[in-house]
């Protein structure tokens, strides 16, 4: 390679038309052919004035090149590909791979009842444009004055949540328990972004918003630490937005007087900037399910009663009927770690009997099939983590968690 490059730029020696570089650290820049000596690129490596570094060379010949450099430019590429060929070699011969699909086993003699599964991700990361040193392009635009403000706050992640959420308000079950925003202003607090005021019957409520992390959980702790600030700033109630909350925030639904929303944002809002403001339902509050612990014996017992939901027109919290719920699912000895479904119900759903006895091609025990429609959930023997967890979507596809200390 450093011959094949060294001949190229020998060819090109004293040549009268320059060439402008199209990559790395001097693109846009002129080599002169004409010049002595060295240049320092940006990244402070040393070039030639007068010749390519090796990334620098083109693909083609552009016209006006004599034979000698044409020549030596196919030259260049012939050992270039050579090498690359002989670094692709030597990973195939020594690196360990693994095939990243499934070979299932086929079985003809069981019947499939349920469609494909889907495979949850992470949503994308943004992608930031860099310059070739490396430095956040948008960031040298704000510093030099070139970006406008209101470009500005389209970039950010909380200005883009709060106009959404100034647009959408916060929805729950019902239509009518819809908070609406008469004002959204910025707040200059440590955790709270912005506070929000909408009206419970004829009164005017102040409402602390507070934002989850982007790509993340939102935990507990910083959920308290943002209810604190709250009831000392005296705010009536305090709405947490994120896209994803650690399971033992269900269990802070209220610090002292103050309730405490918690509202899921939509993974939508990844790309609030490509979309309209306020489309859809892009906040969901799902309450906290009212959930009784039965002793069954020495066995255990979970009557789903419902979910409690605040109504903003009043100001109370009530609790929604069990057939507003889809399904409910309980991991009977929950480590804290992962959920595990054990119990499955679904209390707000039709049993498609016909449709499964059709598919089955067989009779179905609609007892069975009428255990799983229910709120009270089947005896369970007391887990040896001493948790339960249960967790509830209703028919938008929200959910929430419950975790049970049943040590005792």
């Known amino acids: 390679m450093e011959k094949a490059i060294a001949s190229l730029n020998s060819s090109l020696a004293m040549q009268a038309q320059s060439f402008t570089v199209e990559t790395g650290g001097r693109k846009g820049s002129a080599i002169d052919f004409t010049l002595q000596g060295q240049v320092e690129m940006p990244s402070g490596e040393m070039a030639p004035a007068n ?50 699909y499934d070979k299932p086993y086929e079985d003809k003699k069981r019947i499939r009842v349920a469609g494909p599964f889907t495979v949850e991700s992470l949503s994308p990361h943004r992608t930031q444009a860099v310059n070739e040193y490396g430095e956040l392009i948008n960031d040298l635009e704000a510093a030099s004055g070139k970006l406008s403000a209101g470009a500005q706050e389209a970039e950010n992640y909380r200005a883009s949540i709060l106009e959404n959420l100034n647009k959408s308000g916060v929805q729950q079950g019902q239509k009518a328990d819809r908070i609406n925003f008469t004002t959204l202003t910025a707040w200059p607090g440590e955790r709270l972004s912005a506070e929000g ?29 943002a209810a ?126 016909k449709q499964l006895k059709t598919t089955l091609k067989g009779e179905i025990d ?29 028919h938008l596809g929200d959910e929430v968690m419950k975790v049970l200390d049943v040590s005792r």
């Open 197 to 225: 005021r909408y009206f419970e019957g004829d009164a005017e409520r102040r409402a602390g918003i507070f934002i989850g992390p982007e790509y993340g959980t939102l935990q507990r702790a910083d959920l308290m630490a």
């Open 366 to 394: 609609q007892e069975a099939w009428d255990s799983l429609k229910r709120t009270v959930s089947r005896s369970f023997n007391k887990p040896k983590s001493g948790r339960i967890a249960v967790k509830v979507i209703n």
């Open 51 to 100: 010749g390519f570094m090796e990334w620098e060379v083109p693909r083609d010949a552009p016209e006006g090149w004599p034979e000698a450099a044409k020549s030596a430019l196919a030259g260049f590429w012939e050992a270039r590909i050579a090498m690359q060929k002989e670094i692709d070699a030597s990973i195939a011969a020594k690196a360990e791979f693994e095939y990243l």
């Open 228 to 353: 604190r600030e709250a009831v000392d700033a005296g705010f009536d109630i305090l709405i947490t937005c994120a896209f994803n909350y650690d399971a033992h925030t269900a269990e802070t639904r209220k610090l002292g007087r103050l309730p405490i929303l918690q509202a899921r944002m939509n993974p939508d809002l990844h790309m609030a900037g490509d979309l309209k403001a306020g489309g859809g339902n892009l906040f969901v509050v799902f309450g906290e399910p009212d959930i009784k612990l039965q002793q069954d014996g020495e066995m255990l017992k979970v009557e789903l009663k419902g979910v409690d939901i605040f109504k903003p027109a009043t100001g109370a919290v009530v609790s929604s009927e069990p057939d507003d719920i889809a399904c409910w699912f309980i991991d009977t000895d929950y480590n804290e770690e992962s959920f595990f479904v054990r119990h499955a119900y679904f209390p707000g759903a039709e049993i498609p009997y």
